[in-house]
């Protein structure tokens, strides 16, 4: 990857760590400040949280832009973080019930 290009990534954080997916950050900055641009199917908060990115969703009205902290998947990181021995005991409980 060098600079002025157009990368289309689908889930480049599967099978990466938080740290590697933080490195990957900071080489699309690097591309970008190149004059590079990314187009990137992600689940990854950690990548959603690019600044400035446009983020946009598949809805049944078609694609809707939206803002970082509205993505289903900073809402249910946070969520779990926040809320950890909680949702691990509402999880085993689920499954003693199943």
């Given at each position: 990857?060098?600079?002025?290009g157009l990368?289309i990534?689908d889930e480049?954080?599967s099978?990466?760590?938080v740290?590697s997916?933080m490195q990957?950050?900071?080489?699309?900055?690097e591309?970008?400040d190149n004059?590079?641009q990314?187009?990137?199917?992600?689940?990854?908060?950690?990548?959603?949280?690019?600044?400035?990115?446009?983020?946009?969703?598949?809805t049944?009205?078609g694609l809707?832009?939206i803002?970082?902290?509205e993505?289903?998947?900073?809402r249910?990181?946070?969520y779990?973080?926040?809320n950890?021995h909680?949702?691990m005991a509402?999880?085993?409980?689920?499954?003693k019930?199943q």
């Amino acid at each position: 990857m060098n600079g002025d290009g157009l990368y289309i990534l689908d889930e480049p954080e599967s099978a990466l760590s938080v740290a590697s997916q933080m490195q990957i950050l900071v080489k699309m900055k690097e591309l970008v400040d190149n004059k590079s641009q990314f187009i990137i199917a992600t689940h990854s908060p950690v990548l959603l949280a690019y600044p400035d990115a446009d983020i946009y969703v598949i809805t049944d009205k078609g694609l809707a832009r939206i803002e970082y902290e509205e993505t289903e998947q900073y809402r249910l990181t946070k969520y779990f973080i926040n809320n950890h021995h909680k949702v691990m005991a509402d999880l085993v409980d689920i499954r003693k019930n199943q």
